[in-house]
């Protein structure tokens, strides 16, 4: 083979990554979370060829599990969630290193079964000592999690060996526990063995903001105050909370979703060209625009928060969230947010980021909106251009992915009237490849060391710092505003945007 053979290159990206000797510890391995992502993501990686032969995957929790009865546990989740089929031969493979630990987290002895587990799948399967611990529990047992891993010596890494941390969000409940808890986690690894998990970054469309960005010359001219009117970030849920009144209770929408996934889109969206794409440089510039995000004075005006109250969905009636399972009839917790920022730099100055999410609204979509200001000046009629719009490209995060740019064009017929249309790119008609799932990705990266989308210690608390005050805000005043399932959140969230003469975008 010649030397400019692509299979020979390391530095060719487009070779399949393919993790090395490693294995995978799931605490919080009945949770939800593991049964419908981790383990399906775990087994796709495996049938797509990029984990390694003697990939190892250990559960850890309290039911009383033989490693079959984990293993047949996995089959299932894989069986009902897995995005690629179901292959005999590699589920063969992947169950030889498969065990279960069963115990507490406080349990000293369970951690240590859980230290010769980990030697003994060494030995057996050859991963090398290299092991991530993914901590899908409540933010309450993060500590002790953390500090047994320290006490049994489970997070040394030795002879060229790594460990390393994946946490999942919500990644405290506001700066203060947030701080508290960086500072347990890096008493015990290094910030190079951290991995906090944004599963929106793990999404393609997501990391197409980059591409669209800095890969090409036609949008980064006009991506700033001088042409731009606003930003709209949507993230809309048609589900209610289902099972997990427990979880979600007294966090809400905005923690849940703002101080994390919208404000990482919006980090993306806003942010300089890094220097370079590796993860230092892309961490740097998303942390400029946290640090520049400035809240308007007047936290009643450009906030809003709600509850989703009984209505009709996909022609289903839904029920009230004050009436769903395990939820406080008196709960103030919001179901919808939307707030108004501005990011306080030379590029932002006075355009507003308009981010908003909810449970229980019109469809499920996620999209950031780039609104352009008008024309500084119309040769036409205002009757031509009475039904244009303002040009927007919106990145169509999900479903439908792609990115949308609307414009104005000229109506056939012989007079002149101009009235919006949009030109389109969708993944499916573009590309033949699939995208992998988000946690397919982060999986994979964690694995290989590459920590390019996992948001850094500063990121998080940015971002608490922002939410903060408007959380503070809403416990002093009243209560989340009532919307119907079904509809797109409460009347107030459309005054906000009319009060700045504009409106949410109907995705
Ligand atoms: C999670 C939130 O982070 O994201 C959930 O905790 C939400 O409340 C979920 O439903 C949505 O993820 P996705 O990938 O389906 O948009």
Redesign the pocket.
């Known amino acids: 083979m010649s030397s400019s053979n692509p299979l020979r290159d390391p530095a060719d990206r487009r070779l399949p990554r393919i993790a090395g000797p490693s294995g995978l510890v799931i605490f919080g391995v009945t949770g939800d979370l593991s049964r419908k992502k981790l383990m399906p993501a775990v087994y796709d990686l495996a049938n797509r060829g990029l984990l390694p032969p003697g990939f190892s995957l250990v559960g850890f929790a309290r039911r009383e599990w033989a490693n079959e009865d984990f293993a047949q546990e996995v089959h299932d989740a894989v069986k009902e969630h897995a995005r690629t089929p179901f292959r005999e031969e590699v589920w063969q493979q992947l169950v030889q290193g498969m065990r279960f630990v069963q115990g507490t987290f406080d349990d000293d002895d369970a951690f240590e079964r859980l230290r010769s587990t980990i030697d003994e799948l060494d030995k057996a399967q050859g991963t090398g000592g290299n092991f991530a611990f993914y901590l899908s529990v409540p933010p309450s047992a993060f500590p002790v999690v953390i500090k047994q891993l320290k006490k049994h010596r489970l997070a040394e890494q030795s002879n060229g060996s790594w460990r390393r941390a994946v946490i999942e ?1 919500p990644f405290g409940h506001d700066l203060k526990s947030a701080e508290e808890l960086n500072s347990v986690v890096h008493e015990v690894f290094a910030p190079d063995q951290v991995f906090r998990i944004d ?1 929106y970054l793990g999404k393609e469309t997501v990391q197409n903001i980059l591409a669209l960005r800095f890969a090409n010359q036609m949008f980064e001219p006009i991506w700033n105050r001088s042409f731009v009117d606003h930003v709209q970030i949507t993230m809309a ?1 048609d589900i209610g909370i289902g099972g997990r009144a427990g979880y979600y209770d007294g966090i809400g929408a905005a923690r ?2 703002i101080q994390n ?1 919208l404000l990482q889109l919006m980090a993306l969206t806003a942010m300089e060209e890094p220097a370079s794409f590796d993860a230092d440089a892309l961490a740097a510039e998303k942390t400029k625009v946290l640090g520049a995000v400035k809240l308007p004075k007047d936290l009643g005006r450009s906030t809003v928060r709600g509850q989703y109250a009984e209505g009709w969905q996909g022609g289903e009636q839904a029920v009230g969230y004050l009436q769903e399972d395990g939820i406080d009839p008196k709960s103030k917790t919001d179901t919808y947010a939307a707030i108004k920022v501005e990011v306080d730099n030379r590029r932002w100055a006075g355009v507003p980021f308009y981010l908003r999410t909810g449970k229980r609204l019109g469809r499920r979509v ?1 999209e950031i909106a780039v609104v352009f200001q008008r024309a500084p000046h119309s040769p036409f009629d205002h009757t031509a251009t009475e039904e244009l719009g303002q040009n927007a490209i919106v990145i169509r995060v ?1 479903p439908d992915e792609g990115i949308t740019v609307r414009f104005g064009s000229k109506v056939p017929g012989t007079s002149m009237e101009i009235r919006d249309v949009s030109m389109d790119f969708a993944y499916g008609e573009s590309f033949t490849e699939s995208s992998p799932e ?1 946690y397919e990705r982060l999986i994979l990266d964690v694995l290989l060391g590459d920590s390019n989308l996992f948001p850094r210690t500063e990121e998080v608390e940015l971002s608490w710092k922002i939410l903060d005050p408007i959380e503070e805000y809403w416990d002093k005043h009243g209560k989340p505003a009532q919307y119907p399932a079904g509809t797109w959140g409460p009347v107030e969230a459309d005054e906000m945007l009319e009060a700045d003469g504009r409106s949410w975008r109907r995705p």
């Open positions: 969000k599963h849920e849940d979703v996934h996620t999900q988000a």
